[in-house]
């Protein structure tokens, strides 16, 4: 049985502090609005993906956004993957400030 | 230039996986109305369909499937996705659906095993 290598694992932690400043530098501080909000979550997306890839790690990598206005709205999100337990691995961070909810995920896996 | 004509069993055929995805939300959704009690299980099972009918294919990939299921109150809803990949090998499916009381945005991300 090998050792964890950490320099070519998925390790939620470190993706989970990247979701967080990402989404905190595309969109903390701001209120919801409907005419910005594309630009957000792209940003928030691209930031992300530019972090991870950053890492230099054997993965692909698909990262998801979601932001939605509150006012009352429920919203359920689910995910399943087929893939190599022992390799992969995904990460989600929820955001939330006064007007809006951000839901980030991010899948890794391993070339 | 020598062309490489990829073979259906090892490319990602986006019809064929929109098709599967709109069947698999209209057998668990289609007809309902939006139900805080239901909705966990709505999309538990959509994510499990879609899978199903994706792995039964038998290609050489990795899959995710993702589903957000919203009720509609008049809230704006973005979403986003980016994917750091092999271009030519992988691929991306979204589809959105929705009856009068909500909104169903369902993903499948296709990743080519080496």
Redesign the interface.
């Given at each position: 049985m090998f050792p964890l290598n950490l320099q070519t694992a998925f390790i939620v932690e470190e993706v989970s502090k990247i979701i967080k400043e990402s989404v905190e530098a595309a969109i903390g501080g701001n209120a919801y609005q409907h005419s910005r909000v594309n630009q957000w979550s792209t940003s928030v997306v691209e930031q992300c993906l530019s972090q991870l890839s950053k890492l230099g790690k054997p993965f692909k990598y698909i990262v998801t956004c979601i932001i939605m206005q509150k006012n009352g709205a429920g919203l359920q999100t689910a995910s399943t993957c087929f893939w190599d337990n022992s390799t992969d691995g995904s990460c989600a961070v929820r955001w939330e400030n006064k007007s809006m909810y951000c839901i980030v995920s991010v899948f890794g896996l391993a070339i | 230039m020598e062309e490489f004509h990829n073979g259906n069993e090892g490319s990602f055929n986006q019809e064929e996986v929109d098709n599967s995805i709109k069947e698999c939300i209209e057998s668990v959704v289609g007809g309902d109305d939006?139900s805080?009690s239901l909705?966990?299980k709505?999309?538990?099972g959509?994510?499990?369909r879609c899978?199903t009918q994706?792995?039964k294919q038998g290609k050489p990939y990795?899959?995710?499937?993702?589903?957000?299921?919203?009720?509609?109150?008049?809230?704006?809803?973005?979403?986003?996705?980016?994917?750091?990949?092999?271009t030519t090998m992988?691929g991306?499916c979204t589809v959105r659906w929705e009856n009068r009381t909500m909104y169903c945005v369902v993903?499948v991300?296709a990743?080519a095993i080496?």
């Open positions: - | 939006y805080q909705v966990n709505w999309t538990a959509i994510v499990e899978l994706l792995v990795k899959y995710i499937v993702t589903c957000a299921v919203m009720q509609k109150t008049g809230a704006g809803l973005h979403t986003a996705n980016s994917c750091y990949w092999d992988d991306s993903s991300f990743v080496a």
